[in-house]
């Protein structure tokens, strides 16, 4: 493939994501200050200046749009770079860099998300406004948790059910939550960036601590020796009611 045509692949996908991009800004706006039921998708396509057949080509429906394109929560540049950050480790071996790299791609997409910090503050209002989405956020979640999975295994070439694998994305995705949450809360003045260091910081504390399977096999063998010895001791002499 020359060039050109790179370049015009690049040049359609970057017009495909700033159309989604603009649907999806309209659509967050309109219910925002409308809810979900106070405007139609012919709405959306004029603010946005598309058609209807177009608004359709990107999204099956209003909440779907409101929700926004898996492929924009993942630029290609920044997962490119998450990528090539394990290519020199054996295939089926984790790679020594994976949690750095890991911190880095939270950190870049958490720089997206800075440039649309006035985006995001109306999905959360619109939440609010449609309690309803909660459950399409559910869905969409566990499909965007599924992608990350995917693209995690490919890069550390391990099965996408890998112990790590499954870690790394609960873990992460939970930080990036309550980091969100505790951003996004009122009266907050700190930069999100400080914020997700700090809590990946807490987390990474917390699973350095001294752990081993052993502890909890000599735990469990005490407990159980030290409740046949009670039930043991608190057995009534049979000879005592005798007398």
Not at 123 to 150: N, S, Y
Not at 172 to 185: P, Q, W
């Amino acid at each position: 493939m020359g060039n050109s045509a790179i370049s015009s692949g690049g040049l359609r996908e970057r017009k495909r994501a700033a159309t989604r991009a603009a649907i999806t800004a309209v659509a967050r706006s309109l219910t925002a200050e409308r809810g979900l039921s106070g405007y139609t998708v012919e709405e959306v396509c004029e603010r946005a200046g598309i058609s209807r057949r177009t608004f359709f080509n990107y999204f099956p429906a209003k909440e779907d749009a409101i929700l926004g394109h898996v492929d924009d929560d993942f630029p290609e540049e920044v997962v490119a770079r998450f990528m090539a950050g394990g290519a020199g480790s054996p295939a089926g071996e984790i790679s020594a860099s994976l949690l750095a790299d890991l911190v880095r791609l939270s950190l870049d997409l958490s720089e997206r998300m800075s440039g649309s910090e006035e985006e995001t503050r109306q999905l959360i209002g619109v939440i609010k406004k449609e309690p309803q989405l909660m459950l399409k956020i559910i869905g969409a979640t566990e499909e965007r948790e599924a992608d990350f999975a995917r693209l995690l295994a490919a890069r550390e070439g391990v099965a996408a059910d890998h112990p790590v694998v499954r870690m790394a994305v609960v873990l992460l995705g939970n930080v990036a939550r309550k980091t969100s949450a505790d951003y996004f809360s009122e009266g907050n003045a700190r930069p999100y960036r400080d914020m997700l260091l700090e809590n990946i910081a807490a987390a990474r504390t917390l699973f350095s601590l001294p752990f081993t399977m052993s502890q909890f096999d000599t735990a469990e063998s005490n407990a159980v020796e030290s409740n046949t010895v009670k039930s043991t001791s608190v057995q009534p002499d049979p000879s005592e009611g005798a007398q």
